[in-house]
């Protein structure tokens, strides 16, 4: 069967090429683990609003519940989804490789969901990828990152980064080379993880696992970014807005953004890990690496200004991810201490991120060979999830600015001044918005990718 050409985006292989097959896989598993992550999620919110934190009667699986949302939304949706691109991005070569990959990868995940119900499930919410110590949690962990690995390995092995500097370049070259770019991140990334590992010797529990994980959870939000302004680019063209560069400037914009990869081996080399100038090394590059990005958002944002008056699932993503992305990044400049504005970045920033991956989703369904989403539903879907996380984030920040507590729940968050109620208060209300936003878009994806049964003819 000849390749798919397509209006937009990625030119990609057939239907029933190896690569397609393992994107199909992968976006299964992301879906599942977005499922997962936005269940607790509710257990979350229930356990941190006014009035019904001390009712609820799962707030004790709080901690418990917060790490494994963590890892299922930020590790394994994020991956699984960059997985999905890898595979659109490669050729069908190491299949094999490739599938090894995904199995393991959803062993492990499986393991992650169940370990909060097996005995001794200690939570420790060290930053980027909280543990419970516990056997089956690690087993979980190890092959997850073993399944990721192998598929970073292939992505590396079957994405040709074609960037020429003489002569015209394909219209989707820039966008494969972002994607390349994006298992560059997440390679630099797993090497960061085995690195600290090796290094920290002297010390346990959560402080072992916050060095273990530090340097590279930086480095991974390099990954979704670059992931998530190859996301904006290929809605803007599917919505008839191609981003006005050339092929080859948006290329070189896409390499200067992944500049700040290079800094890595450096921190790790200069400095110990898990001394105050390696930590501080990592929040640096953060801080200042991601303006380098600020371009590629430019270029998105004026993009999305062409298509401002459409009216399309993938423009209600793209205007809702970008409305959130930016909200995150402004809001990361006001962290002071550590109260509940970290999570209200976070959510900014990362479900920016989610919401240009589902966008692409809606995009991508009916090229994997899976029905077109329900346009009104898919439509309506992006601004109920944006929109809720949008009061969810402003109701952090606000309770953050009155110093409320991240990562505390019930009586422990001691939320004693009527403004403190009033933030965490939007934060629940925006958070249950957001979470019937989730809902939505798992209904339009089931019920694109199940086969459908034809309608009976009505017996009259
Ligand atoms: C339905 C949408 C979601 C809701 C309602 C929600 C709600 C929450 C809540 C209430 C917390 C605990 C905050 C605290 O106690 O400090 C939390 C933490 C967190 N969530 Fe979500 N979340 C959602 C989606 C996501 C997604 C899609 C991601 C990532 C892709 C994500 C990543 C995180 C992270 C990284 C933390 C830890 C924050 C920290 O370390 O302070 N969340 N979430």
């Given at each position: 069967?000849?390749?798919?050409?397509?209006?937009?985006?990625?030119?990609?292989?057939?239907?029933?090429?190896?690569?397609?097959?393992?994107?199909?896989?992968?976006?299964?598993?992301?879906?599942?683990?977005?499922?997962?992550?936005?269940?607790?999620?509710?257990?979350?919110?229930?356990?941190?609003?006014?009035?019904?934190?001390?009712?609820?009667?799962?707030?004790?699986?709080?901690?418990?519940?917060?790490?494994?949302?963590?890892?299922?939304?930020?590790?394994?949706?994020?991956?699984?989804f960059a997985?999905?691109?890898?595979?659109?991005?490669?050729?069908?070569?190491?299949?094999?490789l490739?599938?090894?990959?995904?199995?393991?990868?959803?062993?492990?995940?499986?393991?992650?969901?169940?370990?909060?119900?097996?005995?001794?499930?200690?939570?420790?919410?060290n930053?980027?990828?909280?543990?419970?110590?516990?056997?089956?949690?690690?087993?979980?962990?190890?092959?997850?990152?073993?399944?990721?690995?192998?598929?970073?390995?292939?992505?590396?092995?079957?994405?040709?980064?074609?960037?020429?500097?003489?002569?015209?370049?394909p219209?989707?070259?820039?966008?494969?080379?972002?994607?390349?770019?994006?298992?560059?991140?997440a390679?630099?990334?797993?090497?960061?993880?085995?690195?600290?590992?090796?290094?920290?010797?002297?010390?346990?529990?959560q402080?072992?696992?916050?060095?273990?994980?530090?340097?590279?959870?930086?480095?991974?939000?390099?990954?979704?970014a670059?992931l998530?302004?190859?996301?904006?680019?290929?809605?803007?063209?599917?919505?008839g807005?191609?981003?006005?560069?050339?092929?080859?400037?948006?290329?070189?914009?896409?390499?200067?953004?992944?500049?700040?990869?290079?800094?890595?081996?450096?921190?790790?080399?200069?400095?110990?890990?898990?001394?105050?100038?390696?930590?501080?090394?990592?929040?640096?590059?953060?801080?200042?690496?991601?303006?380098?990005?600020?371009?590629?958002?430019?270029?998105?944002?004026?993009a999305?200004?062409?298509?401002?008056w459409?009216?399309?699932?993938?423009?209600?993503?793209?205007?809702?991810?970008?409305?959130?992305?930016?909200?995150?990044?402004?809001?990361?400049?006001?962290?002071?201490?550590?109260?509940?504005?970290?999570?209200?970045?976070?959510h900014?920033?990362?479900?920016?991120?989610?919401?240009?991956?589902?966008?692409?989703?809606?995009?991508?369904?009916?090229?994997?060979?899976?029905?077109?989403?329900?346009?009104?539903?898919?439509?309506?879907?992006?601004?109920?999830?944006?929109?809720?996380?949008?009061?969810?984030?402003?109701?952090l920040?606000?309770?953050?600015?009155?110093?409320?507590?991240?990562?505390?729940?019930?009586?422990?968050?001691?939320?004693?001044?009527?403004?403190?109620?009033?933030?965490?208060?939007?934060?629940?209300?925006?958070?249950?918005?957001?979470?019937?936003?989730?809902?939505m878009?798992?209904?339009?994806?089931?019920?694109?990718?199940?086969?459908?049964?034809?309608?009976?003819?009505?017996?009259?």
């Amino acid at each position: 069967m000849p390749p798919i050409t397509t209006p937009s985006g990625l030119s990609m292989a057939s239907l029933d090429a190896p690569s397609t097959r393992l994107a199909r896989a992968w976006l299964g598993l992301g879906l599942a683990a977005l499922t997962g992550s936005g269940l607790l999620a509710l257990l979350l919110v229930l356990s941190r609003t006014p009035g019904i934190q001390h009712v609820f009667p799962l707030r004790d699986f709080f901690r418990a519940a917060l790490v494994v949302h963590v890892d299922l939304s930020v590790l394994i949706w994020f991956m699984a989804f960059a997985a999905v691109l890898w595979s659109l991005a490669g050729n069908s070569r190491w299949a094999t490789l490739g599938w090894v990959g995904f199995w393991l990868a959803t062993l492990g995940t499986t393991l992650i969901g169940v370990a909060p119900f097996f005995p001794d499930a200690q939570p420790l919410l060290n930053n980027y990828v909280p543990v419970l110590q516990q056997p089956v949690f690690f087993a979980g962990l190890v092959l997850t990152a073993i399944g990721v690995g192998l598929s970073v390995v292939r992505a590396l092995l079957t994405i040709p980064p074609q960037i020429s500097f003489k002569g015209g370049m394909p219209a989707d070259a820039a966008l494969r080379l972002g994607v390349w770019l994006g298992a560059v991140a997440a390679a630099v990334a797993l090497a960061s993880f085995v690195g600290s590992w090796l290094a920290v010797t002297d010390v346990l529990g959560q402080l072992l696992w916050e060095r273990v994980f530090w340097g590279g959870g930086h480095v991974l939000q390099f990954q979704h970014a670059l992931l998530a302004c190859v996301a904006w680019f290929w809605l803007a063209d599917a919505l008839g807005a191609p981003v006005a560069t050339s092929g080859r400037a948006t290329a070189i914009l896409f390499l200067i953004a992944a500049l700040p990869l290079l800094a890595v081996p450096v921190i790790y080399a200069r400095y110990e890990v898990g001394s105050g100038e390696h930590m501080g090394s990592f929040m640096q590059l953060m801080a200042h690496g991601h303006t380098l990005m600020a371009p590629l958002v430019l270029l998105a944002a004026a993009a999305l200004w062409q298509v401002r008056w459409q009216v399309a699932p993938a423009k209600s993503a793209l205007l809702a991810s970008m409305g959130l992305f930016v909200t995150g990044g402004v809001l990361a400049y006001l962290i002071q201490g550590a109260n509940v504005v970290i999570p209200a970045h976070y959510h900014g920033s990362i479900v920016g991120v989610t919401l240009a991956f589902m966008g692409l989703t809606y995009v991508v369904l009916p090229r994997l060979g899976f029905g077109a989403p329900e346009d009104r539903l898919a439509r309506w879907q992006p601004y109920v999830y944006g929109g809720g996380q949008l009061l969810h984030v402003l109701g952090l920040a606000w309770s953050g600015g009155y110093g409320v507590q991240r990562k505390v729940a019930g009586a422990e968050q001691v939320l004693t001044s009527l403004p403190q109620k009033i933030g965490m208060g939007m934060m629940g209300l925006g958070g249950l918005i957001a979470i019937i936003g989730g809902v939505m878009f798992v209904v339009v994806c089931l019920r694109a990718m199940l086969p459908r049964r034809p309608r009976q003819p009505l017996k009259t």
